[in-house]
């Protein structure tokens, strides 16, 4: 049912400009706990853990030899297609939006997906199968194979483009790549487009399906996964991220709806420093803070949904560059991260850490960070553990940080 | 977009060398290779000529890490930098990219197999245990697509607002409408906006020749090309004055010159008889450099401007990707 624009709170000024303001209207997601988003942010807020060994393949000898799987769609051709369909579902039911199709816009964060790992390997074959790759010998055996490969099912542009034939959207579609920002990002672009009255409407999020022998043994190589299994995000004994996956998506509308939350304003910026190590001072993410903050033209924020991957790098940056905008005020601000009780989505990871921000402002409670035992005293962090935690939040930042050193940070705000 | 943008830089690396300057003599007589230094056997195809050291991007180290979309793309942006002289206060610039499948080194591949058999059979807990390890560590990260974008971030110090938009050519676009309303809203003031892709890896090409584009008359390339735009200038190189997509452009007085990008031979000549019918004072270019996927509209950003810098007051550029988008942007010079 189409709902009343209110005119009185459409706009709001910014810089002296008139510019539209962003409100959320839906919510949806698939993760390891339930395939309908309220559920999983029950278990989110009683402190559950999704992190299970790996069963979808033969992980012995894998550097880490656990996940936090979504155990749907597993034949899927693109599962990062499927689980974003179920999570997109969920968000357009919630907002029951009557809208022209040349005004509603599909913003979707998503990495390349992969052929079945057979296939893949059959290229590799095709390529001479002896230690050198054979160009002549892959141009002639790899056609009939790459026949075999659905193009759809590894472009990362198949889920934006599917989602939006789906819902018949008319309006601008995009695709945003990069790692572990994608799904942040994509708000932020959906909400620029509202903002700059190119649509009225947007489905934006990510989605993530990398619980896969390639992304586990990669990041594995790269000393990035926790050793021993455990995603324990700003623990003194944190020693790596543990590979999740699903889907989380938002419904963005220039119109308020009976959610009153709105994305205030977002920031980004990159480090300019490695390709897999952060800037050690947090220059970078503490630029795309500012900027989400002068966005929304707020100072302080009243909770912290955190990129908190459990490295011992990125969590003690992101501490840093959180004490450089909020000084001594972030000893009081309630912090957590989502990662340790679903692992990182990588490409979805922004996405989910905006609906639980988004959720935490509507209901009045923040999570507990799963997996977190003993807090580094290092960090001076007011980190939520064990058990969700009550408070009148009006305002909540959301971080992602990727590999490639691309950052993203979003203000939500509460209107009531 | 709400007023003119102003370019005050470019960079481009394509096969026609480096530099934008010139690239619309190529087009005007192009060379196409016949055996790619990729190996793909009697394919007719465009790729970039050898580059001096001091010319590519990074150094040894640093571009094994690298797909080509990444070099290419970091090599684009050091010259748009330098041509725009923007040496102070790269962490405020902004860069948004239309990038392609980052592609794998596929030397790495074999070796990576190889530590994998057991007994002569592939095993995953090999593959976990060994057969990463046989490789360039951070292969898996070739794979990131936002690479062809963080490489040239990294190398330059460019720290601003950013994106990198995946597709076979309609992402650059929006790569460039991101950027223009970046420093329309104030987001930043000085922004990068470009594409870089190569049609040649292995794995792109069985999938071009899969979807039938090759039969059709698809050449593979590869390239990169970035604009630097500010919003207003007093001495730009040239002015964006409008962009859209499709073939109209509203209220557009007749160019001197019309670019058509376009890599089925079919469409381009039927664009080409819309053009002259529409303009028909207008003198009309095909790009003729061979299709490099989320690289090309970048490339005919490119070639338009160096038509500016030949003397044309206004060119019309116009693309259309292999999954059938069209684009287009008007661009004139101040002369």
Redo the contacts between chains.
């Keep these: 049912m189409a709902q009343e624009p209110n005119e009185g709170l459409a706009l709001g000024k910014h810089?002296g400009v008139m510019?539209r303001r962003v409100f959320v209207r839906g919510r949806g997601a698939v993760s390891s706990f339930s395939d309908a988003w309220p559920s999983t942010f029950q278990s989110l807020a009683e402190g559950h853990c999704a992190i299970r060994p790996v069963t979808r393949?033969?992980?012995?000898?894998?550097?880490c030899t656990v996940a936090a799987a979504v155990d749907r769609h597993l034949n899927a051709p693109d599962r990062r297609l499927a689980l974003a369909r179920d999570a997109a579902r969920e968000a357009l039911e919630e907002a029951s939006l009557l809208v022209d199709p040349r005004r509603l816009g599909v913003f979707v964060g998503?990495?390349?997906g992969r052929a079945a790992?057979g296939t893949v390997?059959a290229?590799?074959?095709a390529?001479?199968?002896?230690?050198?790759?054979n160009?002549?010998s892959?141009?002639r055996e790899?056609?009939p194979?790459?026949?075999r490969?659905e193009?759809s099912a590894?472009?990362?542009?198949t889920v934006a483009s599917a989602l939006a034939e789906e819902i018949h959207a008319e309006g601008?579609v995009?695709?945003?790549?990069?790692?572990c920002?994608?799904g942040a990002?994509a708000i932020a672009?959906g909400a620029?487009a509202i903002?700059?009255n190119q649509v009225d409407t947007v489905l934006c999020g990510g989605v993530g399906a990398d619980v896969d022998?390639?992304?586990?043994?990669?990041?594995?190589?790269?000393g990035a996964l926790s050793a021993v299994g455990v995603s324990r995000p700003f623990d003194t004994h944190r020693d790596g991220f543990v590979v999740g996956e699903g889907a989380a998506f938002l419904v963005l509308s220039a119109e308020p709806g009976p959610l009153e939350i709105e994305l205030a304003g977002f920031?980004?910026?990159?480090?300019?420093?490695?390709?897999?190590a952060p800037d050690p001072e947090g220059?970078?993410m503490a630029?795309a803070i500012e900027?989400a903050l002068k966005d929304s033209d707020v100072t302080c924020v009243d909770l912290i949904q955190a990129h908190g991957t459990s490295t011992p790098l990125n969590d003690a940056l992101e501490a840093r560059a959180l004490r450089r905008v909020f000084g001594d005020a972030l000893a009081h601000i309630p912090l957590s991260s989502v990662k340790g009780a679903l692992g990182h989505w990588i490409a979805g990871a922004g996405a989910l850490g905006a609906l639980c921000a988004v959720e935490s402002l509507h209901r009045g409670y923040m999570l507990p960070t799963a997996g977190l035992r003993h807090p580094d005293p290092e960090l001076a962090l007011d980190l939520v553990i064990g058990e969700a935690r009550s408070g009148s939040f009006r305002t909540a930042l959301v971080n992602a940080f990727?590999?490639?050193?691309?950052n993203c940070s979003l203000v939500f705000r509460r209107l009531a | 977009m709400k007023a003119p943008v102003a370019i005050v830089g470019a960079g481009a690396v394509a096969p026609w060398g480096l530099g934008w300057r010139g690239a619309s003599t190529f087009i005007e007589a192009p060379q196409p290779s016949r055996q790619l230094k990729t190996s793909h056997p009697d394919v007719l195809g465009f790729e970039i000529p050898e580059l001096r050291p001091e010319q590519d991007a990074g150094d040894g180290r640093q571009r094994k890490l690298m797909s080509q979309g990444a070099r290419l793309g970091a090599i684009a942006i050091r010259e748009a930098l330098r041509e725009a002289g923007w040496m102070e206060g790269r962490e405020d610039i902004g860069c948004f990219m239309g990038v392609g499948a980052s592609g794998a080194h596929m030397e790495e591949i074999p070796a990576s197999l190889e530590a994998s058999l057991h007994d002569g059979v592939f095993s995953e807990a090999a593959f976990g245990e060994r057969g990463l390890y046989a490789c360039n560590p951070l292969f898996v990260f070739q794979l990131m697509n936002n690479f062809s974008l963080c490489h040239g971030a990294i190398l330059e110090g460019i720290g601003g607002p950013n994106s990198a938009f995946y597709s076979r050519g309609r992402g650059t676009w929006t790569a460039l409408d991101e950027a223009i309303a970046a420093i329309e809203t104030l987001d930043c003031y000085r922004v990068l906006a470009g594409g870089t892709d190569s049609a040649h890896h292995a794995v792109t090409w069985a999938e071009l020749r899969r979807d039938g584009l090759v039969n059709d008359g698809l050449k593979p390339s590869e390239g990169s090309a970035v604009l630097a735009l500010e919003r207003q200038s007093t001495c730009p190189l040239a002015w964006i004055s409008s962009m859209g997509v499709g073939t109209v452009a509203d209220n557009i007085p007749s160019p001197d010159a019309v670019l058509l990008s376009v890599w089925n031979p079919v469409t381009l000549q039927s664009l080409e008889d819309e053009m002259r019918l529409r303009w028909p004072q207008s003198r009309i270019y095909r790009c003729e450099f061979g299709e490099a996927l989320a690289a090309t509209p970048a490339l005919a950003w490119a070639v338009g401007l160096d038509l500016l810098e030949r003397g044309c007051s206004s060119v019309f550029v116009l693309t259309q990707d292999v999954d059938g988008w069209v684009n287009h942007l008007c661009l004139r010079s101040d002369r």
């Design positions: 810089r510019r393949f033969d992980a012995t000898g894998f550097p998503a990495e390349s790992f390997l290229l590799a074959r390529a001479g199968g002896g230690p050198q790759f160009a002549h892959f141009a790899a056609l194979l790459a026949s490969i193009a590894v472009s990362p542009a601008p995009q695709t945003l790549s990069m790692a920002v994608s990002a672009e620029r903002r700059m022998p390639l992304m586990l043994a990669g990041f594995g190589h790269l920031g980004r910026s990159l480090d300019a420093y490695h390709l897999t220059d970078g630029r900027t990727a590999f490639g050193g691309a």
